[in-house]
């Protein structure tokens, strides 16, 4: 069993800063792509951002320039670091892992709120 556990959500106003955390644990035995999606309200998820086991990142356009996304793959976590955030940044954060436990899967996270509001 894999879990994916996210911290790092809240209240912000706009222009300020938050930084997500998600940490993979459990059987998964390796990690091939990590990211970040995120869904408001009446909207479908959307991919914010993906950093590969290499490295390479790919961003959405809404995004690029203000959010960046990091991992440590010694601890199986991924980050991402948002600043400059603006009101539509508001949704429901979720963590992606595509990674092998018994076969190779997609892994979501429960979801972390993301407000940005004055």
């Known amino acids: 069993q894999v879990q994916l556990v996210e911290s790092g959500g809240g209240l912000v106003q706009p222009g300020g800063s938050l930084k997500l955390s998600c940490a993979a644990s459990g059987s998964i035995v390796t990690i091939n792509v990590m990211g970040w999606y995120r869904q408001a309200p009446g909207k479908q998820r959307e991919l914010v951002a993906a950093v590969t086991s290499s490295g390479r990142t790919n961003y959405a356009d809404s995004v690029k320039g203000r959010f960046t996304i990091s991992r440590d793959n010694a601890k199986n976590t991924v980050y991402l670091q948002m600043n400059s955030l603006k009101h539509e940044d508001t949704a429901v954060y979720y963590c992606?892992?595509?990674?092998?436990?018994?076969?190779?899967?997609?892994?979501w996270g429960q979801g972390t709120q993301v407000t940005v509001s004055s």
């Open positions: 992606h892992v595509y990674g092998f436990s018994s076969i190779w899967s997609d892994y």
